[in-house]
């Protein structure tokens, strides 16, 4: 019988056990997510920070960005300031009034730059995971006369989009270290398997992966859309490994559900811990979360070798197509000498890569099984 607990604080016992009998599951203690601010790490100089490795991995995949700006107002502090930069010299700027004002309405600026450097500016509020605005992100595009700037602020929103799907909560976590530990790698397959994930459950807002380091046996952060790798496991992250329960958890303002679950393989060995968060909309929807974490997490399990594999770096590069944007269309002549196309990432040669590796993993399962001397192969890995 599978374990469960519902930690639902500030709930009276018969609402708890109302959820238990929508959800068929048994009540247990209640419990809260702790704050955010205590999840995450001080800046610690000379490391890179969250916000600088976001701009870094978004100019990577969007080359025409002249530049790329994100502005927050650190903890303790009552300014805004540019806190990452494509160009870093700028990192430590105060905003611009026409950039708070951008934060304060949550409408977009476009300013162009016809003289000389022909360039346009968009600024848009950014968001974290479920919305709740942390700052503005400024982009430098190419212009050229006749761009249709609803288009280009329509590109500008994708791309700030996708910088908000990896955001947390705050500027403390803008502000962190990307590495909480830098002896724990990035790029893992690990990553690729919780990005892939996101990008099929669009509902799950955060996906954080703690597996047992083959080394140590410690169990540290390897993959997340949130950052914070390496950050250890608390105590609440070690108790659902050691009891095999799971941890469902309302974070303090009461908008997020965090689900913990037991972390297996694909031969049903328990390798860590995966918390998986969403939007919380009513309390009728805590039950239903929770199934569908657990479903996720078995989907996820199937693609799971071993802890070992899930260390193992994974490839980077994809295939990429060239897909003509609204302000790339022949009218304007197509004779730009910068680049106005988006490269995108069309995903088939990694999903491929990833299927041949899970058909691998469980013929590698099943050949372990029958034979222990043998090692099992997954994704061209030997573990």
Known sequence: MKRTAIGLAGLSLTQCLAIAAFGGLPVLAQAQSRPNIQ????????????AQDLVDRTVSRNTELIELDVHATPPGSSQSVIVAAKSRARIGKPTDADDLAVFKSGEPRVEINGAGNNNVEVGLQLQDVTGRPVGVVEMTFPYIAG???SALVKKA??????????ISYGSEDLVAPAQFDPQVPVDTYAQYLVDDTLEKQPGVAVMVLHIKDPKSGDYPII?????RIGKAADESDLQVIRSGTTRVARNVDDRRLEVKLPMKDAAGNTIGAVAIVFPR???ADDATLAAQAERIRDELGRRVANASNLYGAYPTTRAERVVQTEYDKPELGNSQSLPMTKAVTSGQTLEQ???????EAVKGVA?????PEKS???GGVKV
């Open 39 to 50: 999840e995450t790490m001080a800046p610690v100089p000379g490391r890179k920070s969250y």
């Open 147 to 149: 761009t249709d700037e």
């Open 157 to 166: 929103e994708a791309i700030r989009d996708g910088m908000r799907r990896r």
């Open 223 to 227: 993959a997340s859309n949130i950052g």
């Open 281 to 283: 909309r009513s309390m």
């Open 353 to 359: 890569a990833s299927q041949e590796g899970y058909s």
């Open 367 to 371: 050949r372990a099984t029958e034979s």
């Open 376 to 378: 099992a192969v997954f």
